[in-house]
């Protein structure tokens, strides 16, 4: 197992330190103490529900969305409604489960649009929704969110992160292309502790729970849902999320770079390190963090992520995803090899790009993804 979300926890001091992936491509991990592997559950439970019920709103969403085919007409205001209420129903559930701890959320909603002129019938269907979804899930009795319940809710999620203290890392959808088309996306919901993810857990309502190849959009008998979770030191597992028992799930052992698929991102640069391995094997074609899980169970062999140049990924995009690899046995670091460093607010300080892999794979990956970067300015 490779942890490189975690390097310390300093608000656990029986915690030893954990030596990471490194330029040098050293891994190792001293062993946890069991204090800390148990020091998460009641976070680890309430973020699995959260993730969970918000999973059955959006689904509520996705459905109405492809019965009225409005994805062909581009309009993304379902997919907004969809986003908001996933965001207010992790906030609600999250202060209810955990009342006793401050609360802060990294998250990629906020309120604003809808306290505008003209937004009072999107807010009201929202506030429906997360009724609906709330009575429907049973286990807070009769209450019902007003309005402006549902506002402070999404609003909950302004927090800025940083190195310091707990903070919950949202994106209530990842994935609105996946999403609009009815295919994959996902409810990533991760916790930082002193800057480290400690947590994280991937709702993928969409991606089945076979392992998927090539061809996987053409096979319609394939039961879907799946629920990833991974706690530091604790593993990975996937669970269906009609709620049946969890496995534990492993990153694929390919050592051949020949037979490593690409989850492929239809980036203009990912043909360069393709080459120099000299991949044979079909890409997997997919969207949102829902590669991550896939990564994590071994449908795929690598992800790489090359966003244009000015653009600053969010750690919303990317802090569950990390974690379930990573305790899958998997590696994920920047184009240098540096562990992705979460502590610095809302935005990760990359060099370059994202780089998603097994450990045996990596040190080959990162010296093709080095040649071509570098083939690639040189020819400019």
């Given amino acids: 197992m490779n942890v490189n979300c975690l390097r310390i926890v300093p608000s656990q001091p029986q915690v030893k330190f954990i030596s990471l992936f490194s330029r040098t491509h050293n891994y190792s991990l001293l062993k946890l103490s069991s204090s800390v592997v ?111 319940d549902v506002l402070k809710a999404i609003d909950s999620g302004k927090s800025e992160g940083g190195s310091h203290g707990r903070h919950w890392v949202l994106d209530p959808i990842d994935g609105t292309k996946g999403f609009v088309r009815g295919d994959q996306y996902a409810i990533a919901l991760a916790l930082l502790d002193e800057g480290k993810v400690v947590l994280g857990v991937l709702s993928c309502p969409n991606l089945p729970l076979a392992s998927i190849s090539s ?6 008998d394939k039961e879907v849902g799946c629920l990833f979770f991974a706690k530091i030191g604790a593993g990975t597992y996937m669970q269906p999320l009609n709620g049946s028992s969890p496995v534990k799930v492993q990153v694929t052992a390919i050592e051949n770079s020949e037979e490593a698929s690409f989850f492929d991102p239809l980036i203009r640069n990912l043909d360069f390190p393709k080459q120099k391995l000299g991949v044979k094997a079909p890409p997997v074609r997919i969207d949102s963090q829902a590669k991550y899980g896939a990564l994590s169970r071994g449908d795929g062999a690598i992800y790489l992520r090359f966003p244009h140049k000015g653009y600053r990924e969010k750690i919303w995009d990317h802090a569950a995803g990390c974690i379930v690899v990573t305790e899958a046995g998997g590696v994920v670091s920047d184009a240098s090899g540096n562990p992705l460093d979460f502590s610095k607010g809302k935005y990760l300080d990359l060099d370059i790009g994202i780089i998603v892999t097994n450990q045996k794979l990596m040190p080959a990956l990162l010296k093709a993804v080095k040649e071509s970067l570098e083939e690639k300015a040189s020819s400019l």
């Fill in 38 to 148: 148990m020091s998460y559950d009641k976070e680890f439970a309430a973020a699995k529900k959260a993730a969970s019920i918000a999973a059955r709103l959006c689904q509520k969403v996705q459905k109405a969305l492809l019965q009225s085919d409005v994805q062909s007409k581009l309009d993304r205001s379902p997919v907004t409604v969809a986003d908001y209420g996933s965001q207010a129903l992790v906030s609600f559930v999250l202060e209810r489960e955990l009342p006793s701890e401050p609360f802060s959320i990294v998250a990629e909603e906020d309120s604003k649009d809808l306290r505008k002129d003209g937004a009072q019938d999107t807010l009201q269907r929202i506030t429906d929704l997360v009724n609906d979804t709330i009575s429907i899930d049973g286990s807070y009795g009769s209450i019902t969110l007003s309005t402006e």
């Fill in 215 to 220: 061809d996987y959009q053409h096979s319609a």
